[in-house]
Structure formats: C-alpha cells, structure tokens
C-alpha cells in the first residue's frame, strides 16, 4: 500500500505564499488519485484540491481556485500544493491524501500525517 509523508507548511503572513508537498512511497503510487484535505481547528476536514497522475487533470474546492495550484511530478513521485495570497481562514492542519477519483471529489484509502499550515493576519 502506498505511504505518504508531508513536508513543507510552516508560518506565513496573510497575502503571502507557501507551498506543502506530498512523497508517495511504496505500492503502485500512479495508480492513486492524489489530493490535499485540510482541516482546521475545530473543524471537520475538508477536500482541497486533487490531480491525476496521468493526464494531470485537477479539480478545486471553490474557496482555493486561482490560489492554490496543484501540481505532479511523477519522476520523484511528488505531490505539491501551491498557496498564493494565503488567507487567515487557510490555516489548518493539511493532510496528503491517496485514494480513488469520484464524482464528488476523491474517496480516500490513504492519509498522510499531516502538516501545519498558519496563516497570521
């Protein structure tokens, strides 16, 4: 089965950027459809965003779109998850995720143990 590890986050001014990146390891990791929950405190976790290994296709949660961009790279089989003008709001605990594509958004078989992301204004 595929493992995930997370690196990156950290601190971040509001309007500032930051990226979180994803390494999937072990199993058939391509044959996953990758993508980033977060969760913030108090909360229940959330879908972000998600990318097909194959053709790239990405999809958004509307409160992130032309602010974060999801990204691959196969070779180093690499998830990374850009945030632009970062806001109070995106701050969370953000979890990799592996699992397979639905209509909805994903169906997760797999998380990461997440990385804190904090957004001060």
């Known amino acids: 089965q595929v493992q995930l590890f997370e690196f990156g986050g950290g601190d971040v001014e509001a309007g500032g950027s930051l990226s979180v990146s994803c390494l999937a390891s072990?199993?058939?990791?391509?044959?996953?459809?990758m993508g980033w929950f977060r969760q913030a405190p108090e909360k229940e976790r959330e879908f972000v965003a998600a990318?097909?290994?194959?053709?790239?296709?990405?999809r958004y949660v509307d409160g992130v779109k032309g602010r974060f961009t999801i990204s691959r790279n196969y070779a180093k089989k690499t998830i990374e998850l850009r945030m632009n003008n970062v806001k109070p709001e995106d701050t969370a605990v953000y979890y990799c995720?592996?699992?397979?594509?639905?209509?909805?958004?994903?169906?997760?078989?797999?998380w990461g143990p997440g990385t804190q992301v904090t957004v001060s204004s």
């Open positions: 990318i097909r290994w194959d053709d790239g296709v990405a």
């Open positions: 072990g199993g058939a990791f391509s044959d996953y459809y």
């Open positions: 995720a592996a699992g397979a594509e639905t209509a909805q958004n994903m169906v997760v078989v797999q």
